[in-house]
């Protein structure tokens, strides 16, 4: 059964902090392995990583995958109260191209 | 403006009766889902839709029901036979070429049973 695990589950830290949110998976055929953001409702899409080793990149936020360690890790650096959120963890599955397993997600807390 | 609408955003039953939650995208997307999110549990497949008049059950599809007659719209059933249906759902789309795996959501809806 393909899985995804998040850790940690929860994190709480200050303004300015660094923080590293980890994603491991057990999946049969890998195609690629996304992150997304859920602030209140709906989760925004942040990245797609298909290759290992290539980080990618938006402002704060970065994520890089090991495909052959089976993780990935989310990094947010100058870490904002506005990053305040669950993110999530998914991995397309064997069933269908479309369909996504997702992690429980990890939910920080930043505070000023 | 494109996007995912839901509604109702808050939504009361009583046991035993059935309701039927909304989704509409006007972003041309073949392919449709449902999802349902627990306190602290990630996002959990109910039915998914790659094409109008076909859907396939998730990994939670007992005591829930769907329907695709349009592109546009992937209207969800929850039934009296769902055990535990007060939870967060969420409706997602996503195109079926370039890259099918972004699927974009919409706001949700909260629906309490008691």
């Known amino acids: 059964e393909d899985k995804v695990v998040q850790s940690p589950l929860s994190l709480v830290v200050h303004e300015g902090d660094t923080v590293t949110l980890n994603c491991s998976y057990e999946?049969?055929?890998?195609?690629?392995l996304l992150w997304y953001k859920q602030e209140k409702k709906a989760p925004t899409f942040l990245f797609m990583l298909t290759s290992s080793g290539i980080e990618k990149k938006s402002g704060r936020l970065s994520s890089i995958l090991d495909k052959k360690e089976l993780f990935s890790i989310l990094n947010i650096t100058a870490t904002q109260t506005g990053d305040s959120a669950v993110y999530l963890c998914a991995v397309p599955t064997q069933g269908g191209s479309e369909k996504l397993v997702f992690g429980k997600g990890t939910k920080l807390t930043v505070n000023p | 403006d494109g996007g995912i609408t839901q509604s109702p955003k808050y939504l009361f039953r009583k046991e035993g009766q059935n309701v039927t939650l909304s989704c509409e995208q006007n972003l041309n997307h073949d392919a449709m889902y449902w999802y349902r999110q627990d306190p602290g549990q990630g996002l959990r497949l109910i039915y998914y839709s790659q094409i109008v008049n076909d859907f396939q059950k998730g990994d939670i599809a007992e005591g829930y029901s769907v329907s695709r007659e349009k592109k546009e719209s992937f209207p969800l059933t929850v039934t009296s036979a769902q055990k535990n249906p007060t939870a967060f759902y969420l409706c997602?789309?996503?195109?079926?070429?370039?890259?099918?795996?972004?699927?974009?959501f919409g706001p949700g809806t909260r629906l309490t049973v008691t």
């Open positions: 999946v049969t055929n890998f195609r690629s």
């Open positions: 997602a789309s996503s195109i079926r070429t370039g890259n099918p795996y972004e699927q974009y």
